[in-house]
Nanobody, 124 residues
């Protein structure tokens, strides 16, 4: 089992950047695929990015278009999401999630553990 805590959210102007972090506790963190999802008010939860066990493989939602970078540090049990060129439509609660297998996924129900989320607001 793994516990996840997100941090780094906040208010930023359009065009700005934020770096989200996901800190994990529990055993065998390096054997979990970690993903980021987001959910805006009135909308479904949306896939943002995912990273494989050792960080060699990544996947991004179609809307990312090169603006975000996901990375992980298994020695520190953390996963980061660097978000650049933020736009008002990126406003949402961002969640990190863990999937106890080696294959990446874009589907929320494939992930077993979830953090509480961190709010990101982008002003125009």
């Amino acid at each position: 089992q793994v516990q996840l805590v997100e941090s780094g959210g906040g208010l930023v102007q359009a065009g700005g950047s934020l770096r989200l972090s996901c800190a994990a506790s529990g055993r065998s963190f390096s054997t979990y695929v970690i993903g980021w999802f987001r959910q805006a008010p009135g909308k479904e939860r949306e896939f943002v990015a995912a990273v494989s066990w050792a960080g060699a493989n990544t996947d991004y939602g179609d809307f990312v278009k090169g603006r975000f970078i996901i990375s992980r540090d298994n020695d520190k049990n953390t996963v980061s999401l660097q978000m650049n060129s933020l736009q008002p439509e990126d406003t949402a609660v961002y969640y990190c999630a863990a999937r106890g297998t080696y294959t990446l996924s874009r589907v929320a129900r494939d992930f077993d553990y979830w953090g509480q989320g961190t709010q990101v607001r982008v002003s125009s």
